[in-house]
């Protein structure tokens, strides 16, 4: 051990290994004791980032709209022994964003990452046929309520020293899925939001990116995969071979909100199965 | 006129000479007998736009929020021996866009394009100090107007077999203005507007793409390049030798809205003096 | 007719209209007198560029690897009535660039277009099956021949104070065509060396511009929509509703070496009738 | 143990937790058995991966050109408990190649992980200036040697059921540092390389993904910053505020391995500081 020790002096990181008597690693949590806040989080790939973000250390919030939503999560999580707790949250409402963020800093001292994940349901029809207040809806929740809920937190970051948000795109922000115009619009304006709150937040250590999931096979996508027949067409044309699992866009949320990627701000990684995205 | 009229009449395509007695070229006008709206036009980048489209044989109904700048656009326009009218429209109201429509139909029989270039002005401070009413007032103007006013034209359109949208954007989409996130984000979204759009309308022969506008020298931009030393530094960092001219974005809309584009949808094109941008 | 004579007159800029006795108007050529070298314009949509660029008034040196092509076309061109002469130019040969050079510039005084269109045909199996003699030459031909044909042109440009350059790469370059990979990722390399060169030449009033085509009906493209069915995946697999014709390329390229274009450079358009390309 | 918990003590970080006793989380590696080659890895961002995929749990072939180089590494590697090998590689040369394979499978039984950072020396001047033997180095080295490098690897990642590639462009692949003009052309040749090759290589189980690193302080870049004026300028053009450590580049190398990528393929990630980028 001595020697090991001796080795590894000054110059062990977050990435390094520590070996035991036994030979064993033990790695450390790469998000220990970070509290993180993940909004739409009690389903699909929410609730997988927010487990994801728990196992890998961090105390999590989670939160949605409903309350037996939030307790259902929240219990399934404690119940796998992780640090979580939770709040309903309408991210449209700024006295629930207010909310949020005071119980993540009553609770745990200080916020260091917020996962952005809240969107509005996308089956809305054709751009053509979308009225005034379907567009009203998805750009509030989408986009500005995106932005206001992580102006909200970069005040308690900034407390903290810095931190990481990370918002939940789609691969329709390059690729549009038919039938979801607005929605695939969102998606896109949130492409830019990443960029704009990188550059600003730089200067206060806070980083900004952004995940593009693909068709992941969650309860909020199933109108585009529920019948067979539409699940092998959309295969076809995205020319992916299988639908991702949630639990297949935890992972890079996770790194990208540890200091692994301390260099990485501004940033959108397509966790798409292959589907067509971009250079 | 009326051998003209003949030589020009419906089988002669824009890029066909003809040819006359004496050897000389006769170029049709590329626009001929189209009707074009085009938003925000009264003066910068609108205006040259609906003067080249005039030019090029369009019949153009330019419009923004103010009468007085309507009244003065048209009498420059119509000085210059240009088939122009004009009547207030803001784009954000749904009598204004269709009292446009009615009165390009009233007047021309039909619509056969649509230039949006409609945006709230762009100086609003950084994302984190924007307030939810400055998102509200880009968002309604720059993007949910943008769609609003495309499918007020679309029907006129189909009427016509068929038609030409192209919405301005603005090379911020790609690379952030410093200090005008919401501004640039909004420009982000109508890329994915444009592919949307494009998509669903290439069935009804309406194609509908983007132009991306530098840093051009209008009143519009002056925040942007009203000392010297600012221009200079605008210049340093976007590495272009000079700021655009209103002119440089006029030519390529008119190309966009011509036969000679009748493959070209869903696209958006830079006109930004090198300034780096996308692959 | 001839209040409209009247009100145009004294406008009348490089692009205007310019009435004559007649009250005809005639369109300035927007390259009258502009020499054009166009590489592999013996076919398909090389030749449709090069019609055009004649049609638009420019004097046109075609060429391509068998005499008997370039024979033909440039009959067929003059019989036109264009100004179209050619030369055998094999682009991988320094000595036929050269020679392609200086024709251009002993038939016409110098060079201020220059179309690079040449590049292996691309039928070459997977990645995982081609040899390295494969890769040699579709390195070759498609990319470092364009780069040193632009070299061998620039100082011609350079002498008549600047000129224009367009790259023909394709959509693959974008969304690669399956099976096509050496030749795909030729196509991505052109789009990196348009905007290295456009940053490169700026200064000496040069212009470099990219055309990347979708699927365009032509002998070159024939192994991709030669059977019915293989037409019909193709068109549902890149959702277009019919594939390009070659003038339908022709018209943007004219376009991009005209004035109307002075403020675009290092930029890529996709003529690829709504296949999905990018933001 | 607690001479280790001594040692690192004072150090540990808020992100380390080391669970004892009943309450232990051992972290399993995320790469353990896996056997990784990894070209050019002698210095720099190469040696940085090297290190962290064998942290990670991996055995490491690491490989450049010269021998001692190689000697270097591996001594260094293997000091710190790591289990890594080595062996001169040109990649360049099919035999070199292919005598990397052979000794990794003869060492390790097999091959899961190829990163492939092999480049060329950047520093060659403009394009218009380079001759064409700079070219052919250039799309040898960096592009075709990619290619055949990953050719050579597959055949054994197909006995193992599957792997993963890894190649390292650069953010020049997508903004053109100036000056580098072959080098940058090679880069963003790499972009399309990693679509074609993910594409083909699904059907395979073999993922390939891209890593673009910003200006990263390493003697392959040293050039670029040597002196402080210069950083200056790179750090102002760039608006980053610091040049990139090679260690942050190897975090998202070892994830992209990892089962945690399992649905990530055909995507670049650019590590690049907040470095303006693409959408």
Redesign the interface.
Known sequence: ??K??L???GR??????????SN???????????VALVTASTDGIGLAIARRLAQD?AHVVVSSRKQQNVDRAVAALQGEGLSVTGTVCHVGK?EDRDRLVTMAVKLHGGINILVSNAAVNPFFG???DVT?EV??KI?DIN??AT??M??AV?PEMEKQGGGSVVIVASIA????F?GL??Y??????L???T?????????RNIRVNCLAP?IIKTNFSQVLWMDEAREESIK??L?I?RL??PE?????VS?LC?????????????????A????
Do not use: H, Q
């Open positions: 051990m001595y090991v020790g080795l590894l002096g062990v990181r977050s990435w390094e290994s520590i070996r035991m008597a064993k690693v033990v790695r450390p949590d790469p998000l220990a004791n970070k250390g700024a054709n751009l053509m005034e567009w009203d750009l986009v500005k932005a206001l992580t102006k970069v922000a390059y690729t549009p038919p115009g607005p695939n619009v969102s998606k896109t304006a492409l830019g939001l960029k704009n709150l990188a550059t600003e937040l730089a200067g693909g076809e044309a020319r071979r991702g699992k297949e866009c935890a992972g890079i790194f540890s200091e692994d990627a301390s260099y990485i701000t501004g940033e959108t990684v397509i966790v798409g199965g292959g067509p995205s971009r250079l």
